[in-house]
């Protein structure tokens, strides 16, 4: 088991920034991969970034190219999402996830996901 913890979500002036973190607790954090997710009011979870379990690699969504970057310290068993030039759409909340192996972009392929923090950006 993974026990995900997400925080540092809050409310936010459009072009404004915050930094999510994902605190991880149970097996070896630095056996799995995490990725971030957002899901709004009436909409689906999408994919937000992903990152491998060495932080080798990273995935975004294009929406969020050049605005958001995902890092991790595995000796801290935390990930983080820093988000920048926020915009009121990107208001949701945001969860992180632990996978082993499977697509990073596909919901169901995830083992352990976080409670959320919520992110509101106003305009």
């Known amino acids: 088991q993974v026990q995900l913890v997400e925080s540092g979500g809050g409310l936010v002036q459009a072009g404004g920034s915050l930094r999510l973190s994902c605190a991880a607790s149970g097996r070896t954090f630095g056996n799995y991969d995490i990725g971030w997710f957002r899901q709004a009011p009436g909409k689906e979870r999408e994919f937000v970034a992903a990152i491998r379990w060495s932080g080798g690699s990273t995935y975004y969504a294009d929406s969020m190219k050049g605005r958001f970057t995902t890092s991790r310290d595995n000796a801290q068993n935390t990930a983080y999402l820093q988000m920048s030039s926020l915009k009121p759409e990107d208001t949701a909340v945001y969860y992180c996830?632990?996978?082993?192996?499977?697509?990073?972009?596909?919901?169901?392929?995830?083992?352990?996901w976080g409670q959320g923090t919520v992110v509101t950006v106003s305009s």
């Open positions: 996830a632990a996978i082993t192996s499977g697509s990073c972009h596909d919901t169901s392929d995830y083992d352990y």
